[in-house]
């Protein structure tokens, strides 16, 4: 496609080209729009202006002439490529105005995704681009925009008088040329003027390619994979040490029907084990792989003829150890018959409410609200037994492992109908199924807090060989994440510890020392969160209970002399001021201080507001550090640590 018909293309899909003209070899020249720029077009030239094939600032009909005829020469002659009449020549008005850029590129995971920001010649070294899906709505494209620094142009920056609408108008134009031209492997349009006419597209380049989508082999509807009633654990074991005891110990109490299978036979946990699936009468809708890898596909086989609508594949040794083959096998079972496959390589699954857990993570989980999906499993055991620890519960924990079958992006939306989630936590590795991902956190309702690793091409190797799965390009997963504004966090506790707080804005902190309340302050604010205000009831209140040079002020510096009886005292001032979120008790070790007396506060009452201690120091604050384990107190030993989830 030459230029003149890439710009006619361009044109019917509502983005706006400068004023231009095509003459011929020897043709009269005769255009009204100064000042010009004069560019051969010509298939035997491929890169222009390593020829001198364009001429810049021309200001006449004669001036354009004149370029012509040195432009011919100059091709001909220096750089020995012949041109005929079938070459041209094409005129176009040359603009001034900042440079920006928009393109879209065929991504591996997520399609067509289009990229806006910061253009000509050093848009590789500003990098100031945001990532947009093809089908985002407007509040996703102005959301990914502003995090541009561009973006300050369309909000009035300098007196600038452009306008959001006109970048949502020119996506949206894309995402129909794209979306109506599958075939479109790149699209760059560098530079795109923003000038006093809006947005115009100055230069651009299309590559195309054939377009092969995968059809999948399930022609029916999922089954729901929180739907467990008969379960069955193949690979129930004695041994202590194996997963298949730790899924069967963990397993007690379910609310349905639970069955043991061993070909050992014998008995485990006051169950009988039974030594084949055949013992089992009626259907198994749920089971759990604890075997060998050599067994999972004849056991496969034998399940599903027997109802079978979920299995959890704890096993390994699959694509991860190179056997991609037998892998992709269990996938093909699976959209045969319709049946859901978490895993293989996975720690499991727990449903808070039939209080299911068929994981070998800790057995010891609370009741709560969080839903967590996590590819690596060790990650997930890590996370389980932290939140144990800090008393927080879940409703749901997947491990999905290799993701032969179930991603995150098929299970959120099972989550998002469950009423017992109530947010989703993610921690993934790599994905395959982009678009759909993309497609369900748009449709969810409920907010979901991400990390991912494979952030660095040496870890996205690590991931690669963990999991099998490839970790993709993270800025542009990242963009697409937070353009769907999932809370992507930069740290796997905050996985846990921001669904807590996510709502929070206004936080109060009670301190012994001013300057790590300012260092603290400083951290709030660097997160987005600010610190509540102190109105004159609230001061009063204050000046009622502290000493006379008290900070007035939040940070509530409560004076480097504070014991317990002050912390306890400032506490049940602040947990009744309305409008504050949650309550950081910083503790700094003065001689005086009393750190274990002020968190023991903590047992002795029950706040309105989360109180989160802030242990500052080494030994002479440990035993408050260890009254807080044993008690599961939330507390952090640093600032840092303290706001990493906020």
């Not at 115009?200 to 390619?209: L, M």
Request: contains cysteine; charged residues 25%; neutral net charge.
């Amino acid at each position: 496609m030459t230029e003149s018909e890439l710009y006619q293309w361009l044109g019917k899909y509502g983005i706006k080209t400068p004023c231009c003209k095509v003459v011929g070899m020897n043709e009269e020249i005769s255009v009204d729009f100064f000042p010009a720029v004069l560019k051969i077009q010509s298939p035997k030239v491929i890169h222009k202006s390593d020829v001198g094939g364009v001429i810049l600032n021309l200001n006449s009909n004669e001036e354009i002439k004149n370029a012509r005829e040195k432009m011919k020469k100059n091709i001909q002659d220096v750089h020995k490529i012949p041109l005929d009449n079938n070459d041209c020549f094409i005129i176009t008005q040359m603009l001034q105005g900042e440079e920006l850029y928009i393109g879209s590129v065929e991504d591996n995971v997520f399609g067509n995704v289009i990229l806006f920001g910061k253009g000509g010649i050093y848009l590789e070294l500003y990098k100031d681009i945001c990532y947009i899906d093809s089908n985002a709505q407007e509040d996703e494209i102005l959301r990914a925009f502003k995090n541009t620094k561009i973006s300050k142009l369309f909000e009035g920056y300098r007196g600038s008088n452009h306008q959001m609408i006109e970048v949502i108008t020119l996506v949206k134009n894309i995402q129909k040329l794209i979306n109506e031209n599958p075939d479109i492997k790149e699209l760059d349009i560098n530079p795109l003027k923003l000038t006093k006419d809006g947005l115009i597209a100055v230069d651009a380049r299309i590559k195309k390619s054939s377009s092969i989508s995968k059809e999948s082999l399930r022609k029916s509807t999922r089954p729901d994979f929180l739907h467990n009633q008969r379960v069955a654990i193949i690979g129930a074991s004695t041994d202590k040490t194996k997963a298949g005891y730790v899924v069967a110990k963990n397993s007690i109490g379910f609310k349905g029907e639970l069955f043991f299978v061993n070909q050992k036979g014998g008995q485990l946990l006051e169950k009988p084990l039974l030594k084949s699936i055949e013992e089992i009468q009626g259907n198994i809708d749920t089971a759990v792989l604890a075997i060998p890898a050599k067994f999972v596909i004849p056991t496969i086989k034998e399940l599903i003829p027997r109802g079978l609508k979920n299995l959890i594949v704890i096993t390994a040794g699959f694509k991860e150890s190179g056997h991609q083959e037998e892998e992709l096998e269990i996938g093909k079972l699976a959209e045969e018959n319709n049946f859901n496959v978490l895993g293989p390589n996975c720690l499991g699954y727990f449903n808070d409410s039939t209080n299911l857990n068929l994981t070998f993570g800790t057995g010891n989980l609370k009741t709560g609200h969080l839903a967590f999906i996590s590819q690596s499993g060790a990650v997930l055991a890590g996370l389980m037994d932290y939140a144990n620890a800090l008393d927080i519960g879940f409703s749901h924990i997947m491990s999905t492992g290799n993701a032969v079958d179930l991603e995150s992006s098929d299970l959120i939306p099972m989550l998002d109908r469950d009423p017992n989630a109530k947010s989703i936590s993610l921690y993934l590795e790599g994905i395959s199924k982009g678009k759909e991902l993309l497609k369900n956190i748009r449709n969810t309702k409920k907010p979901i807090f991400l990390f991912k690793s494979g952030k660095s091409e040496e870890a996205a190797k690590a991931a690669f060989s963990h999991t099998g799965n490839l970790s993709g390009n993270y800025d542009m997963f990242s963009g697409l994440m937070k353009s769907l504004n999932v809370r992507v966090v930069d740290n796997i506790e905050a996985l846990i510890l921001k669904p807590l707080f996510h709502n929070s804005k206004e936080i109060a902190i009670i301190t012994n020392a001013g300057g790590p309340g300012t260092v603290l302050t400083d951290a709030i604010v660097a997160r987005g969160k600010k610190l509540y205000s102190l109105n004159e009831q609230n001061i009063r209140a204050l000046n009622a209970i502290l000493p006379e040079h008290w900070s007035h002020n939040n940070p509530i510096d409560i004076i480097g002399d504070a014991l317990a009886d002050r912390y306890k005292a400032s506490l049940d001032v602040v947990d009744n001021f309305d409008g504050v979120d949650f309550i950081y008790m910083l503790i700094t070790p003065q001689d005086m201080t009393d750190p274990l007396g002020s968190v023991k506060i903590l047992k002795e009452k029950t706040y309105k507001h989360k109180v989160i201690p802030i242990l500052i120091g080494g030994n002479m604050v440990e035993e408050a550090r260890i009254f807080c384990k044993t008690n599961k107190i939330l507390f952090f030993s640093s600032i840092t640590e303290a706001t990493s989830f906020l």
